[in-house]
């Protein structure tokens, strides 16, 4: 079946540092895949998503590039802030076929400290 | 803006009760989903509904049940909670031939003592 695997946490950086998160999935077909965060205390948002190969989904200056050939996901950002602080979640989800679940990944809890 | 609530931020409940979470979304989804969320396991899917009265079990349905008599509400039952069932629960829904990303609720966090 489906999976995906995120690089362990947690992560601690300090603000304006360079953050690259992995992901891996594997997967049959062509998924689409986005990356959710999770801010404390709330349910997951919707941060970039990518639905095709070398689509590249970017949002709030986080990036994700869709690589089929390394079947990988990274999220990256060039300066983190302390407001990003928060658990980043990995996923891939398949057509209606499937019933459109979405497979995540263990997620990794972010840190940025001043 | 969707909008997924969830009846509860905090509940507590005692091994043996029958323990009801409710979730309702107000974009008029066909999909809606129940998650249980675990530190170093993500999220997992307890089940979900492609439209009223529809169920399917997603990875983890033992030791729950699920209705769905109204598009938007979706519940979660519980019917003997147990300690192991202590977790963060969370609802979603999207629209049925959208792009499959799903909107959240911002979660349950039930404690079984």
């Known amino acids: 079946g489906d999976s995906v695997t995120q690089m362990e946490g947690p992560v601690t950086l300090s603000e304006e540092a360079f953050l690259t998160i992995n992901c891996t999935y594997t997967?049959?077909?062509?998924?689409?895949l986005f990356w959710y965060v999770q801010y404390p205390g709330e349910g997951l948002q919707l941060l970039l998503k990518a639905t095709k190969a070398d689509d590249k989904g970017s949002n709030k200056g986080f990036e994700a590039t869709y690589r089929k050939e390394t079947t990988s996901f990274h999220l990256e950002k060039g300066s983190v802030q302390v407001s990003d602080s928060a658990v980043y979640f990995c996923?891939?989800?398949?057509?209606?076929?499937?019933?459109?679940?979405?497979?995540f990944g263990e997620g990794t809890q972010l840190t940025v400290n001043p | 803006d969707v909008k997924v609530t969830q009846s509860s931020r905090y509940l507590v409940k005692r091994t043996g009760e029958k323990v009801f979470l409710e979730c309702v979304q107000d974009?008029?989804?066909?999909?809606m989903f129940w998650y249980r969320q675990d530190p170093g396991l993500g999220l997992r899917l307890i089940y979900f509904s492609y439209d009223v009265k529809m169920k399917e079990k997603g990875d983890i349905p033992e030791g729950y049940s699920v209705s769905r008599e109204k598009k938007e509400r979706f519940s979660l039952i519980l019917e003997s909670a147990s300690t192991n069932q202590t977790s963060m629960y969370l609802c979603a829904s999207r629209h049925y031939g959208t792009p499959i990303e799903q909107y959240f609720g911002p979660g349950t966090r039930l404690t079984v003592t």
């Open positions: 974009m008029d989804h066909e999909n």
């Open positions: 996923a891939l989800g398949q057509g209606e076929t499937s019933g459109s679940r979405l497979t």
């Open positions: 997967a049959t077909g062509y998924p689409s």
